[in-house]
């Protein structure tokens, strides 16, 4: 089977996913975990790395010859052109670490790097929720928001690799990420009762009815779609994929994303474009990550 | 000079601009302006653009198989793909009119069509202020907001024709589109001073001083600074072009734009993204059609 493997990494601040695929999205074995521990000391965090890697080449069987490329999807800022780790909060002791080079060196074999929101949503267009699409837009929603753009079945990372990093973009006093993010759902649910909750308690809260956390993401819902509309009306992709941990809470906010944001959009987009969740689960980001050695 | 020259049509509402440009965007001669009188029957306004056409031909002395092919900028909506109008309000006798087999046929030349708005940014990306670049953004700032996004030197249209088409982007209560534009910048005014005019009047009394028109600007700086933002965290171009009536008072809603489009965008491109002036003047829209045929 040489050069038929290609590995994915998804490297994360707080776990490392590496697994095994095809060249047409087959997973090959179970995925391996490992915790990213990002204050260890480079060698230790790296070490890790290879190790699930090494692990993944002998639960699969494969020689390094049979490996046509290794991806890896990173926490960032990174340095995609070049490589390399920027500064990045998660793995503080690796800034400016040549990632690429290393795995390469140490592997012989094509190392590819992109930012972790871009590769699940990579993974998602080529395998998952996006499958046949050429243009899709993708929102991971989670602490923060990130926003990945795929055009003509790649990656597009524009002119500095900032594309899709709508974080700071202006909404109403402040940024669209003061709402549009994890804490952002906290901060109306405390608004709206008073009270302290997490996202993830927030979901529960509204799987028992409770009118506030159900309330808090309605308005959540009509937040989203701001961002959803401005990506949309820019790109006017075939589809938007939600993922991310808060798209969990799809069935609570989806309603008011949807009424807004067809509203806000031209009328043949309106008609056409569609949302869908991600469904690759926990494997898209190592999936994303392998097929950018595709 | 067989297949050397490249025709272009801007075909507008109010006029038929047509001029003819070698490979390297050099303009061969004057161009010919017609007026559109867009409410004629359809054989009277296309009779006109051909005139124009044959006009362009005998002042440059060429012959049909000189030209490498005809582009049209016209004013949408329209179906690039097929090469006809739409319901355009503008050309209310050309609705679904082919003007792609029809031009095509009568000159029996590759025909190619866009929409007015991206035809202009096109032809400043290749000859005007974005020489060199491949991502650029661009807005066409007059009677509404056109936005036109230029990916690797060529006008990106996305999935329903419709990329770019930012007018009904959600801004405060209403659309981007209630401000950023001719009737946003006099409704501004109007808030401030309580009188009436137009955005060229008020762009004249900026000129001499007055302090409501000065007021309208700056605060007009502020609203198009959203949609800059907006567009450039998604695209992170390398450069944002502004054309358009509205862009030639870029003194008086420059710097508070400047200001809060900076702060709105992430620290690299807010370091290196540069934004400019169009530069190309009223040859622009010819320019970028003819550019098509490249």
């Known amino acids: 089977m040489t050069g ?39 060698e230790k965090i790296i070490g890790r790395v290879t190790a699930s890697i090494d692990e993944v080449l002998a639960k699969t069987g494969a020689e390094r010859e049979d490996v046509a490329g290794i991806g890896m999807g990173v926490t960032g800022p990174i340095d995609i ?14 800034h400016f670490y040549p990632l690429k080079k290393m795995i390469e060196e140490r ?40 926003c990945a753009i795929i055009i003509d079945r790649n990656i597009f990372v524009g002119n500095t690799e900032s594309a899709g990093e709508i974080w700071p973009s202006p909404y109403r006093d402040g940024t669209i990420e003061d709402l549009v993010s994890g804490s952002g759902v906290s901060k109306i649910y405390r608004r709206i009762t008073g ?20 309330a808090t993401w309605e308005e959540f819902g009509r937040h989203l779609s701001v961002a959803m509309s401005w990506t949309v009306n820019i790109i006017d992709p075939e589809a938007v994929i939600l993922g991310g941990s808060i798209s969990e809470a799809f069935k609570f906010f989806g309603p008011s994303m949807e009424d807004h944001f067809r509203k806000h959009i031209c009328p043949t987009p309106a008609r056409q474009t569609k ?20």
């Open 275 to 294: 949302v869908v969740c991600a469904k690759l689960g926990a494997n898209a980001g190592f999936i994303g990550a392998a097929a950018l050695a595709l």
């Open 107 to 146: 592997y012989g074999r094509p190392v590819h790097m992109n930012n972790d929101a871009n590769c699940l949503i990579y993974g998602e267009t080529l395998f998952g929720s996006g499958v046949g699409m050429k243009n899709v837009v993708g929102f991971t929603l989670g602490t923060g928001v990130g």
């Open 81 to 94: 052109r070049n490589g390399r780790i920027l500064e990045c909060p998660q793995l503080p002791t690796l």
């Open 195 to 214: 009270c302290d909750k997490t996202a993830r308690d927030i979901s529960v809260l509204a799987e028992q009815g409770d009118s506030g956390a159900l």
């Open 4 to 42: 038929e493997l290609l590995i994915g990494v998804d490297f994360g601040g707080t776990k490392i996913l590496t697994g095994a695929m095809t060249a047409d999205g087959e997973v090959v074995c179970d995925p391996v975990k490992l915790p990213t521990n990002g204050g260890d000391a480079p």
